[in-house]
């Protein structure tokens, strides 16, 4: 059992479209509660009233997508509120927070996948967190193909060409293998319950090291 932490801690949970994100921080959240932590669960884009807005113009509008730089900027946008709303209050309680999504997901999509410059990128994104980072990155790494056919969902990213995933899927390889201190790489398409263990053991080990 990890001890309770005595401040904030951001563990963000990043993969391509169909890795499991979702349900492996539900298992986390459990895991920890039980621990006894206090823990916030959130996610981007989407994780404030603001965010609900942007998240449907950035996935589900179909008829009217974001050129590349516009898309940049609405993530950037949904970041801000999402830090300053949630994360940072959360932080500053004292709580584990478990985001589907942060700053990795902008350069992985946004840097590598949609081929906006890197250093750009990275400086618009650290005034957008306003100096908030994660402490853990979790990359729930699966075949392109493989998250797909998972996921079969309807919004924007979905309809983007495998090419498209594989370059995303390159960007979060070389930005783990970049800081792999920070970040801890899974199989994403190992059966689910080796998943969960490794995903949990994986947490549960830096929290112990804080």
């Given at each position: 059992m990890s001890r309770p932490a005595a401040?904030?801690?951001?563990?963000?949970?990043?993969?391509?479209?169909?890795?499991?994100?979702?349900?492996?921080?539900?298992?986390?959240?459990?895991?920890?509660?039980?621990?006894?932590?206090?823990?916030?669960?959130?996610?981007?884009?989407?994780g404030t009233a603001l965010g609900a807005q942007l998240r449907d113009l950035l996935l589900h509008r179909l008829d009217s997508a974001p050129r590349p730089l516009a898309e940049l900027f609405l993530y950037l946008a949904d970041r801000a509120q999402h830090v300053e709303q949630v994360i940072a209050p959360a932080l500053a309680a004292g709580c584990v927070v478990l985001t589907d999504r942060f700053s990795p997901s902008t350069i992985a999509y946004q840097g590598y996948?949609?081929?906006?410059?890197?250093?750009?990128?990275?400086?618009?994104?650290?005034?957008?967190?306003?100096?908030v980072s994660p402490q853990l990155v979790i990359l729930l790494d699966c075949p392109v193909r493989v998250g797909l056919q998972r996921a079969r969902g309807s919004d924007r990213f979905h309809a983007e060409l495998e090419a498209f995933h594989e370059r995303v899927r390159r960007g979060f390889q070389a930005e783990a293998a970049a800081a792999a201190a920070l970040w801890r790489v899974v199989d994403a398409s190992q059966p689910e319950e080796v998943v969960r263990a490794a995903v949990l053991d994986a947490v549960r080990n830096h929290l112990r090291g804080q």
């Open positions: 401040r904030g801690c951001l563990i963000a949970f990043e993969g391509t479209e169909g890795a499991g994100k979702s349900t492996h921080i539900r298992h986390v959240a459990e895991m920890l509660r039980g621990d006894g932590h206090r823990v916030e669960v959130t996610a981007e884009p989407g996948g949609r081929g906006l410059d890197l250093d750009e990128l990275r400086r618009a994104d650290a005034w957008a967190r306003g100096g």
